[in-house]
């Protein structure tokens, strides 16, 4: 059962994973090549800011394989009114939980590109005598961060159904809204605690908040 | 006495804005003898403001009533129609904190410290339109040349400590040897250093544009000496700094637009990576410290950490160069004591991007939980 949710779930997202994969497998290379023809490579904080927007491009890489995998198989379920997966022998939280480990799965070929392409930009890259070089370790956050984001998305999805956008977006704004009026009326920002709790460790999305650096101190 | 205070502001507040109003503006050709003239008005009208300041801290701590209250050795110093008893409470229970804090640093000489002078507290409610207004409450040391810390709102137990700590630092450094308090930034820590600045510290040292940073970084004790500026430099670009850090400190200004040659030798430096013009241009400024102040302060906490309560005693007390002065508070030779910052700052470099595995078991955690409520509800 799970080897052909597996094989749907690769079927319909092929492309974005696709997509994935080649970016990570190759933008690494290419920031790291360009950047250090464009500054003088010398200046540690040069090289480290360079570095650092191939940590922004991972991070971004991480949330949009993310939604990519989270959001693809229950947007062509819903097209067809879920009538396959309500058709099918097992009930419909056994049928999730065979979807979410399938797109778990799938998280694992971009982190195998993350991996070998930090390892070609890297080797192909000279590295200052007090940084390091951390493509596995890149690898294993992007692994961690995508599971984590991806998980979220998939939970957005599968509850809010249809309106999972609708609700994301206009929850955003609320939220922000408030944190403003808070701030204005100067008020303990209790939506800022918030924040900070989901976004430092051990919050669900810490796992952004630190350094992606494939080179590093 | 409020009155003339603040009517003295507000002339200040003018002639600031007249001074800046019509002076020169960058880069205009101007002779020698007319910037002479400029430098010493300008250096009279500094004398005027700092007798003028001199003169409104002096109103200010004759307007407050003594010692309005008293945590433990410390003062404060306000009128409680401006500072109220919500804020009057929150001192208390800060300065207690803080008092613990920097007790652990500073040890039997805390008291002396905290006594030496008052902290005048102001709060202050300013409107901005209809709905805005923006709480906060200046910390002062009574006396201190207007030395203060501001606590913007909202108000917490948690900044009023660390406004108190940082004034605490601020008034240890009175009795310090001169040389020392300018080697460490006119400061001496009053809190224990914690994690995130020994990694700010081991980023600035391996990230330093100076060679020398780097030299130190891979071990030797005379480059972190001189790194940290504790041992006389003769030559701080030649010592310091190899050419490709002089293209470096090159390439981080930008001289005026009208400064053609400059323009054309900093080309030559950059561009054509002539070392001579990196040289004379590097020399035309002033050479950067290779490892900044808050690293230097590193030093001089982990000095107060290895020697206990004693140790910022047996600073007052030391005497000698900057290095045998922290040596003499650490209790340890100079030696033992750079290599033991040098293992604590390399120890303490960013770990690499992996998470550990107790991070990793948590967020695979959370991501199970997500992936277990999305099962919940049925279309």
Request: net charge positive; aromatic share 10%.
């Amino acid at each position: 059962m799970f080897k052909q949710v597996l094989y749907t779930q690769w079927k319909w997202s092929r492309a974005e994973l696709m997509f994935c994969v080649v970016g990570a497998f190759i933008v690494p290379t290419l920031i790291l090549r360009v950047g250090y023809e464009v500054v003088d490579g010398y200046s540690i904080t040069n090289v480290l800011g360079v570095v650092g927007f191939a940590g922004m491009f991972f991070g971004s890489l991480s949330l949009f394989t993310a939604f990519a995998l989270a959001w693809r198989p229950y947007i062509v379920d819903m097209s067809l009114r879920h009538v396959g997966p309500l058709s099918l022998p097992v009930p419909w939280p056994e049928f999730v939980r065979l979807r979410f480990l399938a797109g778990a799965t799938l998280v694992l070929l971009p982190t195998f590109a993350v991996w070998i392409g930090g390892v070609i930009a890297t080797t192909t890259s000279a590295i200052p005598l007090t940084l390091h070089a951390y493509p596995g370790g890149v690898a294993l956050r992007f692994l961690t961060a995508t599971l984590v984001a991806y998980a979220a998305g998939f939970m957005l999805q599968y509850v809010a159904g249809k309106h999972a956008v609708r609700v994301a977006v206009i929850s955003f704004f609320v939220v922000l809204l408030l944190a403003l009026a808070a701030s204005m009326l100067g008020f303990e920002n209790v939506i800022g605690k918030v924040w900070n709790v989901i976004t430092t460790w051990p919050g669900p999305f810490s796992i952004f908040n630190a350094r992606w650096m494939l080179i590093d101190v | 006495m409020c009155e003339f205070a603040r009517r003295s502001r507000r002339l200040l507040f003018c002639a600031t804005l007249t001074a800046v109003a019509f002076a020169p503006r960058a880069g205009s050709a101007q002779s020698v003898d007319r910037l002479r003239e400029r430098l010493l008005a300008s250096s009279r009208r500094a004398e005027w403001l700092k007798d003028s300041l001199a003169e409104l801290h002096q109103m200010r701590s004759h307007e407050m009533p003594a010692d309005s209250i008293m945590v433990g050795d410390l003062k404060f110093r306000f009128l409680r129609s401006n500072v109220g008893d919500d804020v009057t409470a929150e001192l208390r229970v800060a300065g207690k904190r803080a008092l613990a804090v920097a007790d652990s640093v500073l040890g039997d000489e805390l008291p002396r410290v905290a006594r030496e002078t008052p902290i005048l507290v102001t709060r202050s409610n300013s409107r901005y339109g209809e709905i805005l207004r923006v709480n906060m409450v200046n910390l002062e040391i009574a006396n201190g040349g207007g030395r203060s810390t501001l606590v913007r709102a909202p108000i917490t137990q948690g900044k009023l400590e660390e406004a108190i700590l940082d004034l605490l630092g601020t008034m240890a450094t009175s009795r310090v040897p001169s040389s020392v308090v300018g080697w460490g930034g006119e400061w001496v820590p009053a809190r224990p250093t914690n994690p995130e600045q020994w990694e700010d510290a081991a980023i600035d040292m391996a990230s330093s544009k100076a060679s020398i940073a780097r030299t130190c970084y891979v071990g030797s004790v005379p480059a972190c000496e001189s790194a940290l500026a504790l041992v006389v430099v003769h030559d701080p670009l030649n010592e310091w700094y190899t050419p490709d850090g002089w293209r470096i400190l090159v390439a981080t200004w930008m001289p005026p637009k009208d400064a053609d040659s400059v323009l054309a030798e900093r080309m030559k430096c950059l561009d054509q990576k002539v070392n001579a013009s990196c040289e004379r241009l590097a020399r035309s400024r002033s050479i950067p410290i290779p490892l900044t102040f808050g690293t230097r302060s590193t030093l001089m906490s982990l000095a107060f950490q290895r020697g206990g309560r004693d140790a910022y005693s047996r600073m007052l007390r030391a005497q000698g160069t900057t290095l045998q002065v922290l040596a003499a508070t650490a209790g340890i030779t100079p030696d033992s004591l750079i290599r033991e910052w040098h293992a604590r700052v390399i120890a303490s470099s960013p770990k690499s991007a992996s998470p550990s595995p107790l991070e990793a078991t948590v967020f695979i955690a959370w991501a199970l939980l997500f992936g277990s409520l999305a099962a919940r509800r049925r279309p």
